[in-house]
């Protein structure tokens, strides 16, 4: 009786660190590494980023550093309409230093937080404030927003690739 009392516990033992092996490896990031121009597909978004040069902001927003920016084309892929922002899209650096979007206002393309209508394409800007050197490789990272609810995440080189 002892025996077959152990034989359970090992077995629910055994079961239990299979299911959290399962949720563990459901919910684990997965990353997908592109080159600047690539498409790539987080959530019901189809991203293609593309590395549009740097600047020193307007009278209004001045950079402590320089402002390097991007391009995105966004097209939501997807029935539903979703959710885009600059809190999705961070720079890494060489030394992994991540650095946020930063919203002035510079054209009326730059992203703040948008809407996408299903089947809609919408062409973005966005910069981060970093100590830029054109000899370093610049990622930027786009990550889906709470309400895609995805588990990719897109790492795109943009500079020295």
Same mark, same amino acid.
């Given at each position: 009786?002892?025996?077959?009392?152990?034989?359970? +516990?090992?077995?629910?033992? @055994?079961?239990?660190?299979?299911?959290?092996?399962?949720?563990?490896?459901?919910?684990?990031?997965?990353?997908?590494? %592109?080159?600047?121009?690539?498409? %790539?597909? /987080?959530?019901?978004?189809?991203?293609?980023?593309?590395?549009?040069?740097?600047?020193?902001?307007?009278?209004?927003?001045?950079?402590? &550093?320089?402002?390097?920016? /991007?391009? /995105?084309?966004?097209? &939501?892929?997807?029935?539903?309409?979703?959710?885009?922002?600059?809190?999705?899209?961070?720079?890494?650096?060489?030394?992994?230093?991540?650095?946020?979007?930063?919203?002035?206002?510079?054209?009326?393309?730059?992203?703040?937080?948008?809407?996408?209508?299903?089947?809609?394409? %919408?062409?973005?800007?966005?910069?981060?404030?970093?100590?830029?050197?054109?000899?370093?490789?610049? &990622? @930027? +990272?786009?990550?889906?927003?709470?309400?895609?609810?995805?588990?990719?995440?897109?790492?795109?080189?943009?500079?020295?690739?």
């Amino acid at each position: 009786m002892v025996q077959m009392g152990i034989v359970i +516990v090992i077995g629910v033992i @055994i079961i239990s660190m299979a299911v959290a092996m399962y949720m563990y490896t459901q919910y684990q990031t997965n990353f997908i590494m %592109v080159k600047t121009g690539e498409p %790539v597909v /987080i959530g019901p978004v189809e991203y293609t980023v593309t590395f549009d040069g740097t600047h020193k902001g307007n009278k209004e927003t001045i950079p402590a &550093n320089t402002f390097v920016k /991007i391009k /995105i084309a966004a097209k &939501n892929i997807s029935e539903e309409k979703t959710w885009i922002s600059g809190a999705q899209f961070y720079l890494i650096d060489e030394k992994q230093q991540k650095y946020q979007s930063v919203y002035g206002g510079f054209s009326t393309e730059d992203l703040s937080s948008n809407w996408l209508e299903p089947h809609k394409s %919408v062409m973005l800007t966005t910069q981060f404030d970093v100590p830029y050197d054109e000899t370093k490789q610049y &990622n @930027i +990272v786009v990550r889906p927003s709470k309400q895609q609810s995805s588990v990719d995440t897109a790492v795109i080189c943009i500079t020295n690739c």
